[in-house]
């Protein structure tokens, strides 16, 4: 069973960077795609960056093109989300998901109750 854990949350000024990091156990994240959702007050739950299982293919939400950078260490067993320029708009709860043979831009279509999630790093932008 694949469990999640998210960290690297942290206030940052407008225009700082961030590495949030994804730490997988149970499983080895060969077979599985991986990405980041953020939720902030009062909005829904979007995809920000989904990387795919099969040849790590990737998905980057319109918002974030540019500026963030998703990448898998399989040695780790760890995905990481390198944010830099950011905005307070980026400010929300940052969550890892999960789940296997999946591509990217369909892992970060819509957040799954299937997938399985890490437990949220707060993300705050603010000068």
């Known amino acids: 069973q694949l469990r999640l854990a998210d960290s690297g949350g942290g206030l940052v000024q407008p225009g700082g960077s961030l590495r949030l990091s994804c730490v997988a156990s149970?499983?080895?994240?060969?077979?599985?795609?991986i990405g980041w959702f953020r939720q902030a007050p009062g909005k829904e739950r979007e995809g920000v960056s989904c990387?795919?299982?099969?040849?790590?293919?990737?998905y980057y939400a319109d918002s974030v093109k540019g500026r963030f950078t998703i990448s898998r260490d399989y040695a780790k067993n760890t995905v990481y989300l390198q944010m830099n320029s950011l905005k307070p708009e980026d400010t929300a709860v940052y969550y890892c998901?999960?789940?296997?043979?999946?591509?990217?831009?369909?892992?970060?279509?819509?957040?799954?109750?299937?997938?399985?999630w890490g437990q949220g790093t707060q993300v705050t932008v603010s000068s």
């Open positions: 990387i795919s299982s099969s040849d790590s293919s990737t």
């Open positions: 149970g499983v080895t994240l060969d077979y599985y795609a």
């Open positions: 998901t999960g789940r296997g043979h999946m591509a990217a831009l369909d892992l970060c279509a819509s957040p799954s109750p299937f997938g399985s």
